[in-house]
């Protein structure tokens, strides 16, 4: 089963930026072979997908947040970023981890995101 840890959230304000890592644990060959993503969920709405990456290295976005964020992987050190700039109020939030092969659908515990004067 793989696991995974995100860090990096914080306070930030309009216009920073903030960088979120997840690390997995796990088979390397399995999370390798992961479509990687990132969701998230602010107080009483539905999680939603922000970004993801294949295991090839394609990247999907939400339209709310292209141009200003970007989803990366490292398959040596089993981690995926997302690089956030510009931020807004708007993606204050709860950041989610996601990790898709098959029948293995992990996630992690999230992060929480604030982006406030």
């Known amino acids: 089963q793989v696991q995974l840890v995100e860090s990096g959230g914080g306070l930030v304000q309009p216009g920073g930026s903030l960088r979120l890592s997840c690390a997995a644990s796990g088979s390397i060959f399995v999370i390798n072979a992961m479509a990687m993503g990132w969701y998230r969920q602010a107080p009483g709405k539905e999680r939603d997908l922000v970004a993801r990456i294949a295991s090839g290295g394609s990247t999907t976005y939400a339209d709310s947040v292209k141009g200003r964020f970007t989803i990366s992987r490292d398959n040596a050190k089993k981690t995926v970023y997302l690089q956030m700039n510009s931020l807004k109020p708007e993606d204050t939030a709860v950041y989610y981890c996601?990790?898709?092969?098959?029948?293995?659908?992990?996630w992690g515990q999230g992060t929480q995101v604030t982006v406030s004067s």
């Open positions: 996601n990790g898709v092969l098959g029948s293995n659908d992990s």
